[in-house]
C-alpha cells in the first residue's frame, strides 16, 4: 500500500480537518516507532562489516570516531562474527554476547591478546549536553590483528520520503498494523479519547490471548522466515553425515 493511502486512511478516523499533514506524518513515523519498539523483526535486519585496530577494544557504535562502526539507527545486536583474513583458508566465528561485563572482564587480564572469543556492549553518556554513545567492546582486549568483523543487527528504519511509493516491508505487507499504531497517535493528538485510541491499539497488540492481532501474525511470519521453530539434528554417523561435512569441512560434525 503506498504511503498517500495510509496517511488517507489514518486522517478518515479522525477527521480530515483534525491534524495538519505534518502532524499525520508525524503520527505514522511514531506508528512506526511503535511497531519496532514490540521486536526485533526481519525488515529491521542489516550488517556492518569492519576490521578490527591492533590494540584497540573499544568501538562506537553511533558515531565513526575511532573505528567506529556509525550506525546511528542501531537498535540491538543480533550475532557477531570474526575472521582472520590472513590464513590460507580463512574462515568465520562467531564472537559470543554481548556477555555482562561483570562475568567477562574477571577471566581475561588488561595485556591479552588474540581473536576475540567475547564482546560486551555498555552505554555511556545521558543527561543535558552529554553525548549519549553505544560502545562494542571485544575481548581479549588487544587484538593483536585486523579481524575482519561482521555485526549482524536490527536497526530503526524510515518510510520513504516520496508518499506516492511503497518501498518498506511494512507498507507492503503489514500496512495494517501501521495504520492502527498511526490512527491511536492520530487520536491522542487530535481528541484525547484515551479508550477509542487503546481500541486501535488492541488491534496491533493485545493481553488477549485469543486476539488474532497484527503482532502475532508478524511474530509467526518472522519467525517462518528465521527458521526459528525449526529443529535441526546434525548426524554423527549415517547417509547424511557426508553430506552435513560439504557445507564446514573444517569443523567438526557434532550432535
Partial sequence: MELYKVRDIVREQVGRDRLSDPMIDWCI???????????????????KAFSLVVDQQDY????????????????????????????????WD???????????????ADDDTGQP?????????????????????????????????????????????????????VLKRWPEALIYLATEQAILQSTKDVQAAAWWRSLFQSDNPRAQTELKRINRYSADRQHATRIELRPRHGGLLSRRARWRRNREIWL
Fill in 94 to 108: 562467531e564472537v559470543v554476547g554481548p556477555e555482562s561485563i561483570e562475568e567477562v572482564k574477571l577471566e581475561f
Fill in 29 to 47: 513515523e511514531r506508528g512506526l516507532r511503535e511497531m519496532e519498539k514490540a521486536g526485533n523483526f526481519y525488515w529491521m535486519e542489516a550488517v
Fill in 117 to 169: 572469543v567475547v564482546w560486551t556492549q555498555k552505554e555511556t553518556g545521558g543527561g543535558v549536553a552529554v553525548t549519549v554513545d553505544s560502545t562494542l567492546s571485544v575481548w581479549p582486549p588487544n587484538p593483536d590483528k585486523t579481524y575482519s568483523i561482521e555485526l549482524h543487527y536490527f536497526q530503526w528504519t524510515s518510510l520513504p520520503t516520496d508518499i506516492t511509493t511503497d518501498t518498506h516491508e
Fill in 60 to 91: 562506537s557504535i553511533y558515531t565513526s570516531t575511532s573505528g567506529g562502526l556509525n550506525i546511528p539507527n542501531y537498535k540491538d545486536s543480533r550475532i557477531l562474527f570474526a575472521s582472520d583474513q590472513t590464513l590460507t583458508h580463512p574462515d
